[in-house]
């Protein structure tokens, strides 16, 4: 149950100094001190190794739920760092439940990428309020984001694909990125070849259904 895991009181009580040891404390002014980049449900940690060498300046987190899979994920990032001095100190993870205690994490506007790749499709329709997309959820993922904040999205479930890209077209803070935009964007490649779920997917040949949208100011 969560009370296994310690949940920051507020943002500004989250140990920086735990997760980015190499950052902080800091002198270094180019170095943006905030996460910026949220991979929710970050499972094994495949798309944070990618991005941690991408955007190499840019602070990133993995929230993940099973306490197994967080400490892989955080003696891979160890391994990572011994074995190549000076890179992967951007990157880190932390067990928490993403569906609670996002705005534990993150003020109002701080970040501007979230991941929510290959998520449980929680298929019977009494369960689909435990999907990590949801219209309620969506409200706090807005507040999370900055103007301009992308929400990447994708899964090998159709009907979850339907239902992200639904809720997301539904809501008045989220307009869906143009497909210049989509292929200008290098992120938007990783999303089914650097998790371990999308390369499962496409070993067996599966589809993929990806949504991705920017924060929006919502016109009047
Ligand atoms: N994104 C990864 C990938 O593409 O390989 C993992 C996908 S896996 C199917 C879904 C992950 O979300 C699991 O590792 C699960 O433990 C995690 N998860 C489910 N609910 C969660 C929650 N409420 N908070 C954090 N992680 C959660």
């Known amino acids: 149950s969560d009370s296994h895991f310690p949940v920051p009181v507020s943002p500004c009580h989250v140990d920086y100094c735990l997760h980015y040891p190499q950052h902080f404390p800091s002198s270094d002014q180019t170095f943006n001190s905030k996460i910026q980049f949220a991979d929710i449900g970050c499972g094994f940690g495949g798309l944070l190794i990618s991005l941690s060498t991408l955007f190499p300046k840019t602070l990133m987190i993995g929230m993940e739920l099973r306490d197994k899979v967080t400490e892989y994920v955080k003696e891979r990032i160890l391994a990572l760092r011994v074995e190549n001095p000076g890179q992967y100190q951007n990157v880190s993870v932390v067990r928490t439940n993403s569906m609670k205690y996002i705005p534990n994490y993150f003020e109002k506007g701080q970040l501007s990428k979230m991941f929510f790749l290959f998520p449980d499709p929680h298929f019977k329709e009494k369960n689909h309020r435990r999907r990590v997309i949801s219209p309620h959820l ?4 807005a507040y999370t984001l900055c103007i301009g904040g992308i929400i ?3 899964t090998d479930v159709e009907e979850l694909g339907e239902w992200m890209k639904d809720c997301l077209e539904g809501h008045p803070m989220f307009e869906a990125v143009r497909d210049e935009e989509l292929e200008a964007d290098p992120v938007v490649k990783l999303l089914s070849s650097a998790t371990e779920e999308g390369q499962k997917v496409a070993r067996n040949g599966g589809h993929t259904f990806q949504a991705v ?3 929006v100011v919502p016109s009047l």
């Open 138 to 141: 969506l409200d706090e993922y």
């Open 152 to 154: 990447y999205t994708i």
């Open 213 to 215: 949208y920017k924060r």
